[in-house]
Each structure stands twice: as C-alpha cells, then as structure tokens.
C-alpha cells in the first residue's frame, strides 16, 4: 500500500494512527481482535473513536469485546482512501470536492465523476506539471466546462484511461483534452484568470 506520507504531515496524523485503522477495517472481514489488544490499549481505541474513525458493531454474544467489535467509519474509511493517493495535497483534495460540486451543479443529469482516487490524483499531477496554484487550476476546469459543458464523465477531461490502456496519467500529458485545452488557449485563460482571482 502507498502511503502519502506529506499528505499525513500536513493533516497531522502519526502512521501509527494509519496502521491501527488499517487493522481495524480489516477486522470486519478477518478476526483481528488479538492483534489489536496488543497494539491499541482501551486510551488508543477511545482516542480513534473521539476522533471519528472508529465504531462498535453490535455485539453477538458476552465474550465479545471493543476488540472484537472496532470497526471503521466512513471519515476514517475517506482518510485511508486518501492517504493512498500518490503526491496529493490536502489543497489537492479540497480541489477535488469543489470540482465534483461545480461538475455536478449542472442541467445534464448524466454527468458522472468517474473514479474519484484518480481524479484526485490527476489534478495533483497535472496542478504540478503545468506549476498553477490551486485557484489557478479551479478557474482552468471552470473554463474548460464552460467552453466544453457536454462532457460526460469528469475523470475524462484529465485522462481517458480505456483509450490509453498502457500508457500513465504523467507520461501522457498531452493527451488530457484539459491540458490541451490549456495550452492552446494560454492567453485566453490568462485573460480568465485576471476576470476571477483578485489576489
């Protein structure tokens, strides 16, 4: 598994913290309750819950324990999806979410986001290679759907990967319809950006 360690940094999680949920999500399929007794004492597991990563089902019969019953919650769930997402930000993630709202928030029903991971991790790439900053690179999308509102899936406006089966994201940049988009309308999107962002 990948771990995005700068990303832990900045949100200010230890690894011990990504090792223990790991654990505990795959206590749901698999009984790890020893291995969690011996790593996490009852402070920890009241720690994990507080925060909002961890949960109890309910228990089956008397000898079950917190151990037996610990399971992720969806925060902590969205934390370890996150975190396995190569060279995204925290900036990067906030940008996903404010993209899918701005995809959606559209009359064409049929818009769908497509895989969410490798969005995310798209616009970390592309944000990086091209060196926008992040109200630069919401702007460029803004604009891209503006000139462009019947795409339908918006991982494809960064990358098609069932047209490019062998090819990666960074190594085919110049295949993204946005980055085409940006770099054949440099100036119009310069102009764009001079309209939005009064820094």
């Known amino acids: 598994m990948y771990i995005n360690f700068k990303l832990l940094r900045e949100k200010g999680i230890e690894i011990k913290t990504i090792t223990d949920l790991i654990a505990v999500k795959q206590n749901k399929t698999e009984d790890l309750s020893e291995y969690l ?7 920890d597991l009241k720690a994990l819950e507080e925060l909002g990563y961890i949960t109890y089902r309910k228990a089956k019969n008397k000898s079950e324990n917190a ?5 992720t919650t969806d925060k902590a769930n969205k934390l370890l999806e996150d975190v396995s997402i190569p060279e995204v930000t925290q900036g990067d993630l906030q940008m996903l979410d404010y993209l899918i709202q ?22 970390a790439i592309m944000r990086n290679s091209i060196g926008l900053t992040l109200h630069q690179f919401y702007y460029l999308c ?10 339908k899936v918006l991982e494809y406006i960064f990358f098609n990967s069932n047209k490019n089966r062998y090819g990666k994201f960074e ?10 988009f940006y770099d054949t309308k440099k100036k119009e999107v310069e102009w764009y950006w001079a309209q939005k962002i009064k820094e």
Not at 67 to 71: E, F, K, M, S, T
Not at 105 to 116: A, L, Q, Y
Not at 171 to 180: A, H, K, V
């Open 37 to 43: 007794s011996q790593e996490l004492n009852t402070g």
């Open 67 to 71: 151990y037996n019953l610990a399971r």
């Open 102 to 123: 701005m995809y959606l928030n559209n009359e064409d029903t049929e818009r769908s986001i497509g895989n969410k991971k490798k969005v995310a991790k798209y616009i």
């Open 142 to 151: 803004e604009y891209f759907l503006a000139e462009y509102p019947f795409t």
């Open 171 to 180: 190594n085919n940049l110049e295949d993204s319809p946005l980055y085409q």
